[in-house]
């Protein structure tokens, strides 16, 4: 099993809900799977190229005008291996005005590659990736349930562009209510961690 974790929160651990919660998973599917190989992309310490006016021609099969977009391109192209040798992607971030942080979405769009990860057919869009598994371990300042749940466009937007890619097969373990208070934060981290372990005891 190759496991690839992709690390979307800048701050450390012991200071972050949505990465307790990863590594919760992270360790219980590696208890589980010891021989399991598991790589790690930090999206805010590891390069991930943003597309640019440079990068994105070529991203769509123009040649690099210059050293450094070849280099860039390069580097893309690593972590779109990454994504394609993993079977499980599990992915740790926070809800930052209630979507991605920007780095996530730039793993993303990287990711979501022309007949790598799908390919449109005369019927339509087909995914490449049935294969994998995918599980989202986020956290928010708020709770979005109820009349608020709209707000809530990370989690639709990763479940859109996963589908796209022909995953189907994803958990959310989600932290909400970080920033109602310290009892309220501490319950909802804990229910969360919950979830993630008994999501990877199902694996």
């Not at 590594?23 to 598991?38: E, G, V």
């Not at 994998?132 to 859109?160: D, F, R």
Request: hydrophobic fraction near 45%; include cysteine; aromatic fraction near 8%.
């Amino acid at each position: 099993m190759n496991i690839l974790r992709v690390i979307a929160n800048p701050k450390p651990t012991e200071q972050s809900a949505s990465r307790k919660v990863e590594q919760a998973f992270t360790s219980a599917l590696q208890a589980k799977y010891p021989d399991a190989k598991i790589t790690t992309l930090d999206v805010y310490a590891d390069e991930v190229p943003l597309l640019d006016d440079k990068l994105l021609p070529v991203f769509f099969g123009a040649k690099p005008t210059d050293d450094e977009t070849a280099r860039r391109r390069a580097r893309q192209l690593e972590i779109l291996e990454l994504f394609l040798a993993a079977d499980v992607v599990v992915i740790a971030t926070p809800m930052w005005n209630f979507n991605a942080p920007p780095k996530l979405k730039a793993f993303m769009d990287t990711v979501m590659a022309a007949g790598k990860t799908f390919k449109y057919t005369a019927e339509g869009p087909v995914g490449l990736a049935p294969e994998k598994k995918v599980v989202i371990c986020s956290a928010s300042g708020s709770m979005y349930e109820g009349s608020a749940a709209s707000y809530n466009t990370l989690h639709p937007m990763l479940e859109t562009q996963f589908r796209f890619m022909g995953i189907t097969d994803m958990t959310i373990c989600h932290a909400g209510g970080q920033g109602l208070g310290p009892e309220k934060a501490a319950a909802s981290t804990a229910a969360a961690i919950e979830q993630a372990r008994a999501a990877a005891a199902k694996f």
